[in-house]
Structure formats: structure tokens, C-alpha cells
């Protein structure tokens, strides 16, 4: 399967707890998003990378939170101290580069609980 | 980014024609109109985009108003495996994707 992958697909860790998340894009792909979506709400934009530069973070994503994408190709999604308004399910997506509009292709999620 | 209202809920009977409406008035010139679906639990998926034309492809065809201030969804023959949420989204050259509320659709057997 060439889609988008991400790992763990599930979660649970314990309220203080670091957890991380890998997110591998379809291989072509030079941009690469991460959403989080709460019960009954949609995704909600976390950050972007265009190859291995994060180029924009939403204010969502707080100084507990941190991504990466060291080499352009898959991507690590960081939570240190977790609290319970962490959990959620993250999703990650990727694409090529637009000039107008693009089409992004989204993974199937980690879902985080955190208790 | 233009704001969206689509109806909260729609139910379609399996084999007729879905069509999903979404309000998009404040759209503007370089912004297209794209369609993603979420089934429970899963990724949302695309479905279609386009700018100004009608479009088609092998999942659905989007109908956009003139005025380009609306524009509507269809699914020829929904099927169970079609019960979804469906999202109306204008996106610019930015690239991020806003997501709103979206439409529950239900297909009855």
C-alpha cells in the first residue's frame, strides 16, 4: 500500500507522560501536514512541512508539542507532559507542492488517550 | 478563508442520488471548492475539488453555482459504504485545510 502510514494507530499513556508519533508520507510527496481532531469536532490544522522545514505552526500547537521532519521524508509528532486535553485523534497528510489549491491525502490516525 | 454552511444532517435511500449542498458566499477568486468525506474512525478522504467548472470523476460530481457562491455534491447511486461526514472546504494556495461542521450523511438500506 502506498498511502499515507502512521504509527501507533492507538495510544494510552498516563497524564504526564511523553509520547511521539510517526507519520510516513506517500513517497513523492514533499509536504506533509498534521491535524488533531476532537470528538464530534473536524481535523483542526496543528503544522506543515515543505520537505524538511516546518513553515507554519498553528497557535494550537503549544510549547509542549513539537514536530520534525529531519530528512524531507517521514515525520515525528512530539507531546511532552501530556494532559488529558490531549486526547485525540492526530492525523497526518501529504502532498505535493501547489500553486493553487492540492490535494491532501490523509493517513488513517493515532488515537491518544491520555489518563 | 471563506466561511461554509452546509445542513448538519441529510438521510438518502441506497441506490438514489445524494446531493449535499454547501453555501460558500464569501469564496474568493483563487480559492477552489474542495470535498472531503470522513467515515467514523478513519482519515478523511478526498473526494473532488474544482474552481469554477462542473467536475466529475469516479466517486462523485460538483456542481458550482455561477456566482460560485455555492455549490453541491453529488453521488449518483449512494450505497451503505457512503455513510460519511462530508466537508465542504474553500482553500486558497495556503495549505492549510479548514475544516467546518461538515454533513452527516446517512444512507439508508
Known amino acids: 500500500d502506498t498511502g499515507v502510514s502512521q504509527n501507533p494507530r492507538h495510544k494510552i499513556t498516563k497524564r504526564g507522560q511523553n509520547v511521539t508519533f510517526r507519520c510516513d508520507p506517500i513517497s513523492e510527496h514533499n509536504r506533509l501536514y498534521w491535524y488533531r481532531q476532537t470528538l464530534g469536532q473536524g481535523p483542526e490544522f496543528l503544522t506543515y512541512?515543505?520537505?524538511?522545514?516546518?513553515?507554519?505552526k498553528s497557535r494550537l500547537l503549544s510549547d509542549r508539542f513539537s514536530a520534525e521532519r529531519p530528512k524531507g521524508s517521514f515525520s515525528t509528532l512530539e507531546i511532552q507532559r501530556t494532559e488529558q486535553g490531549d486526547s485525540a485523534m492526530y492525523l497526518c497528510?501529504?502532498?505535493?507542492?501547489?500553486?493553487?489549491?492540492?490535494?491532501?491525502?490523509f493517513g488513517p490516525g493515532t488515537r491518544l488517550t491520555v489518563t | 478563508d471563506a466561511k461554509t454552511t452546509q445542513p448538519p444532517s441529510m438521510d438518502c435511500a441506497e441506490g438514489r442520488a445524494a446531493n449535499l449542498p454547501c453555501n460558500h458566499s464569501?469564496?474568493?477568486?483563487?480559492?477552489?471548492v474542495y470535498w472531503y468525506r470522513q467515515i467514523h474512525s478513519q482519515g478523511p478522504q478526498y473526494i473532488i475539488h474544482g474552481l469554477k467548472n462542473n467536475e466529475t470523476n469516479e466517486m462523485a460530481s460538483l456542481i458550482i453555482t455561477e456566482d460560485r457562491k455555492s455549490s453541491t455534491l453529488i453521488l449518483p447511486h449512494a450505497t451503505l459504504r457512503d455513510t460519511a461526514v462530508y466537508y465542504c472546504?474553500?482553500?486558497?494556495?495556503?495549505?492549510?485545510?479548514?475544516f467546518g461542521e461538515g454533513t452527516q450523511l446517512t444512507v439508508n438500506p
Open positions: 472546504i474553500p482553500k486558497t494556495s495556503g495549505s492549510r485545510l479548514t
Open positions: 464569501t469564496i474568493s477568486g483563487n480559492e477552489y
Open positions: 497528510a501529504s502532498s505535493l507542492s501547489e500553486n493553487w489549491g492540492g490535494v491532501q491525502y
Open positions: 512541512f515543505q520537505n524538511e522545514a516546518q513553515l507554519e
